[in-house]
């Protein structure tokens, strides 16, 4: 025995092929299981399909693309809204100077500390090399 779980959707939703809906953003009568989205598991409640119609819903997400797309500066290229109408050395010439802040991580104590110790490590890598030079005995 063979079951088609098409059909099976098929006949649980043809309640459903004769109801109209009306488009929140067009207005427009259409039929509801061809001309919205399901946006829900269940196929057999009318609350399970879209209330904005395919038509409306490709053209809200395709306008959200390009106006998105056109938003995002990748090349930093701007300084604040796009809509002042300035030239870009405008703009570039409104950015503030960057304000550094020096600033100490190493005291003064720690800094001749760390001096002693590089000039003690510097001192003994002489000493050896001067021991496994060419000579057997250190010049003093």
Do not use: W
Not at 29 to 38: A, G, I, M, Q, S
Not at 46 to 56: Q, T
């Amino acid at each position: 025995m063979d079951f088609d779980f098409y059909h099976d959707e098929c006949l649980q939703t043809e309640h459903l092929f004769m109801v109209k809906r009306v488009c929140r953003v067009c207005g427009e009568e259409k039929d509801l299981v061809t001309d919205f989205y399901r946006c829900r598991k269940d196929p057999t409640l009318e609350s399970s399909y879209a209330y904005e119609c395919k038509s409306c819903a490709i053209m809200r997400n395709k306008n959200n693309y390009y106006r998105k797309r056109m938003k995002i500066d990748t090349q930093g290229m701007s300084f604040g809204d796009s809509t002042s109408g300035k030239t870009l050395e405008e703009q570039r010439a409104a950015i503030p100077p960057l304000k550094v802040n020096k600033m100490n991580l190493l005291s003064d104590a720690l800094k001749v500390e760390l001096k002693q110790l590089i000039n003690e490590v510097l001192d003994e890598r002489e000493h050896e090399k001067k021991l496994n030079g060419p000579y057997d005995f250190p010049e003093e």
